[in-house]
């Protein structure tokens, strides 16, 4: 209880809790600023950064349910505090009805690091968890898996990155954060996740050393493998800035067909997916990460098909299934040989029925309700679509019905000569 705790523990408070939406309007996304002031009001924890959890809970009628929670618009902070050399400093937020997160961080000589995740969620947050046999708020506490940053420098990781505990799954993204700040200033000096480094595969979570959990309230565990969807999946809106300005718009429902020893369908929920990738004049990436360890990549090229005229099409599509837990590459396919979905450049391609994107020999991906868009996207709407009706089996339905007239005309013919020939043999024996 010594003078430099209370000094702590009147450290100024800032919260500005920005409301972003989304990714150009399309899925709600809210990002948390939170800077904490120390007594002499200088800066000295700031964090900026989105987060979501998808958590499995048992409903009324025994199903296990997976739901999304999401921060609200309205975010306090009520217990952040700075640290110093003997208190870990504490970022701790509070939204919608009775859910909390929070980190404490702990400073060593040259680095800091964080310590322990706590999330509580409140089951009685009907819109949440509309129909959950317990009600009350539950506590996970998760060990940081993170390596520890130099002091002094800001953390931050613009992919995505999530991990799992119990019937969790924690997914961040867009972060910035450093704690212990010098001289109230935010550091210049960067750490980047693995995830941003060009080198890595795109966004491999870290991994979970050791992950100790601790539930307040007992829970049976998630059942363990997921029932096959014979739905099909829901469409989601992806899309890409460059700047401000959205450079790559995609709406498209997707199904993964995985065959380990037996074919195994995965729906990709959009309200759990995070899109990223880069766009570009000649070639575009959409990368898609479905908090369940799922990472699709779409690469679109330009092609000349005469002198005057540009088409784009899609080139290449990545599927990498992780580990839930561990992060571990559990099955990767790649073809970069692909030559679809072509439609002249300045326009975007549309195709509302099934297709299937053959990856390799064991994945196969369906898509649904396909509108997209690489390139020269402008003022953030699709330009003019060109439809798939005239690819593939369509066009095949005109030329075999052809096929089968232009054989009933040649019947009729030869059955019209036949029978002239008939009745003039018939004639002639008069
Ligand atoms: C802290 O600084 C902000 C602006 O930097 C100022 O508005 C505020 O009044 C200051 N508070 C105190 C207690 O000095
Ligand atoms: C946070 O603190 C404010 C004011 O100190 C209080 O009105 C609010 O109820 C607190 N929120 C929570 C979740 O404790
Ligand atoms: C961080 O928080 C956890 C959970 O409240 C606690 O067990 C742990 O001791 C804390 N760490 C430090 C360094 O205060
Ligand atoms: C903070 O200020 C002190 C003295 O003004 C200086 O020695 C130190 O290098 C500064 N640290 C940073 C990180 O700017
Ligand atoms: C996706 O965008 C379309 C229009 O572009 C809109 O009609 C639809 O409601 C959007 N879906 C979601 C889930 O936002
Ligand atoms: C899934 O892929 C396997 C092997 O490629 C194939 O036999 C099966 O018909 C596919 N199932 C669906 C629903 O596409
Ligand atoms: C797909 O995977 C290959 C090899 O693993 C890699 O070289 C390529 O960059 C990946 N492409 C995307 C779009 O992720
Ligand atoms: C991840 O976990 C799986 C199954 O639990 C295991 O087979 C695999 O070796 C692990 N990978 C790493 C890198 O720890």
Redesign the pocket.
């Known amino acids: 209880m010594g003078p430099r705790r209370s000094a702590a523990s009147s450290c100024h408070r800032l919260l500005l809790p920005l409301l972003l939406l989304g990714v150009s309007g399309f899925f709600q996304s809210y990002a948390v600023e939170v800077d904490i002031k120390d007594a002499s009001n200088a800066t000295c924890l700031y964090a900026d950064w989105m987060m979501r959890f998808l958590i499995t809970y048992e409903s009324n009628n025994g199903d296990y349910k997976t739901t999304t929670l999401n921060l609200s618009s309205s975010v306090t902070h009520n217990g952040s505090v700075c640290g110093n050399d003997t208190q870990a400093a504490l970022l701790a937020v509070q939204f919608g009805e009775g859910h909390s997160w929070s980190m404490n961080i702990t400073k060593n000589n040259e680095t800091y690091q964080g310590d322990f995740i706590t999330l509580t969620y409140n089951t009685n947050d009907t819109a949440v968890f509309p129909d959950a046999k317990r009600k009350g708020p539950v506590t996970v506490l998760v060990k940081d898996p993170l390596h520890p940053v130099q002091l002094n420098t800001v953390f931050v990781c613009h992919n995505s990155y999530f991990f799992e505990a119990e019937n969790i799954t924690q997914i961040f993204w867009n972060v910035t954060v450093q704690a212990f700040v010098q001289n109230g200033t935010v550091s210049k000096k960067e750490s980047r996740c693995p995830a941003d480094r060009p080198t890595s595969a795109?966004t491999i979570p870290p991994t979970i050393a050791n992950v100790t959990t601790a539930s307040t309230t007992t829970l049976s565990p998630a059942p363990t493998s997921a029932p096959k969807p014979v739905e099909n999946p829901d469409t989601g809106n992806y899309s890409l800035k460059s700047g401000n300005k959205t450079c790559f718009l995609a709406t498209v429902g997707l199904q993964l067909n995985v065959t380990q020893n037996k074919p195994l369908l995965i729906n990709i929920n959009p309200k759990t997916t995070v899109a990223d990738g880069a766009c570009g004049n000649t070639t575009a990436?959409l990368?898609l990460n479905d908090g369940n360890s799922t990472l699709i990549?779409f690469?679109f090229a330009v092609k000349n098909t005469s002198a005057s005229v540009q088409k784009f099409y899609l080139r290449?599509v990545?599927v990498t299934l992780l580990n839930h837990l561990n992060g571990s590459v559990i099955s990767?396919a790649?073809n970069s040989n692909f030559s679809k979905w072509d439609a002249f450049l300045g326009s975007s391609y549309m195709c509302r029925k099934e297709q299937t994107l053959q990856i390799n020999e064991d994945v196969q991906v369906h898509t649904f309700n396909l509108w997209i868009q690489p390139f020269l996207v402008e003022a953030n709407k699709f330009a003019t679509a060109q439809e798939c009706s005239l690819d593939d089996d369509s066009i095949l339905i005109p030329i075999v019905v052809g096929a089968a007239l232009a054989v009933l005309i040649a019947i009729i013919v030869v059955a019209y000569i036949i029978g002239r020939r008939k009745s003039y043999a018939g004639y002639q024996t008069l």
């Open positions: 795109p990436t990368k990549g690469t290449e990545n990767s790649d």
